[in-house]
């Protein structure tokens, strides 16, 4: 009996492969099996779903109205980077019972070559932020998102700001006493 082997047995429409769990600098990481264009789904998030607010992990997925998804590998293993090439996007589909489900999907947002790592924008709000080591040339130097960074800055002694954020046009134009 001729049995397919492990890459033939997950491919999808058009022949595509999934996504595998890898070693990268910052430890476990998703890398791509092929090539992504932008606007591509890589795949569903498949996991379990919270109907609690106070729920929180270090890999829950907000799906909005009180709803979060803790995710199932491999897209548990998504690490951050401030210049992400994918994102997520939930969207309610209608299920055999004719009720709807939400559902979460990776989607592609700028061309992914195979063997690159698959990346999003955590996004957390101020009092989740951590130093971020994503390498990114527009790095926020935090995890957290672009709305949330000033909060995060305005709340650090200066000698704890990366270099590239130090505020140094209100250092010139307040020096410190002499």
């Given at each position: 009996?001729?049995?397919?082997?492990?890459?033939?047995?997950?491919?999808?429409?058009?022949?595509?492969?999934?996504?595998?769990?890898?070693?990268?600098?910052?430890?476990?990481?998703?890398?791509?099996?092929?090539?992504?264009?932008?606007w591509e789904i890589v795949?569903?998030?498949?996991?379990?779903?919270?109907?609690?607010?106070?729920?929180?992990?270090?890999?829950?997925?907000?799906?909005?109205?009180?709803?979060?998804?803790?995710?199932?590998?491999?897209?548990?293993?998504?690490?951050?980077?401030?210049?992400?090439?994918?994102?997520?996007?939930?969207?309610?589909?209608?299920?055999?019972?004719?009720?709807?489900?939400?559902?979460?999907?990776?989607?592609?947002?700028?061309?992914?070559?195979?063997?690159?790592?698959?990346?999003?924008?955590?996004?957390?709000?101020?009092?989740?932020?951590?130093?971020?080591?994503?390498?990114a040339p527009?790095?926020?130097?935090?995890?957290?998102?672009?709305?949330?960074?000033?909060?995060?800055?305005?709340?650090?002694?200066?000698?704890?700001?990366?270099?590239?954020?130090?505020?140094?046009?209100?250092?010139?134009?307040?020096?410190?006493?002499?």
């Open positions: 009996m001729n049995r397919p082997r492990q890459e033939e047995r997950h491919r999808g429409a058009k022949g595509a492969r999934e996504p595998k769990i890898a070693r990268t600098k910052l430890g476990r990481g998703l890398v791509a099996a092929r090539a992504y264009l932008p795949g569903e998030v498949q996991g379990e779903v919270f109907y609690d607010e106070n729920y929180s992990s270090r890999y829950c997925m907000d799906l909005g109205d009180g709803a979060c998804l803790e995710p199932a590998a491999p897209f548990r293993f998504m690490n951050h980077s401030c210049l992400p090439n994918c994102s997520l996007r939930w969207s309610d589909v209608a299920a055999a019972n004719g009720r709807t489900a939400r559902r979460m999907f990776v989607l592609v947002i700028r061309p992914i070559q195979s063997g690159d790592q698959l990346t999003i924008d955590y996004g957390w709000p101020a009092h989740m932020a951590q130093l971020c080591r994503c390498g527009q790095c926020r130097g935090w995890i957290v998102s672009g709305d949330s960074l000033d909060e995060v800055l305005d709340q650090l002694p200066l000698d704890q700001l990366p270099l590239d954020q130090l505020p140094l046009d209100q250092l010139a134009a307040d020096p410190l006493p002499r």
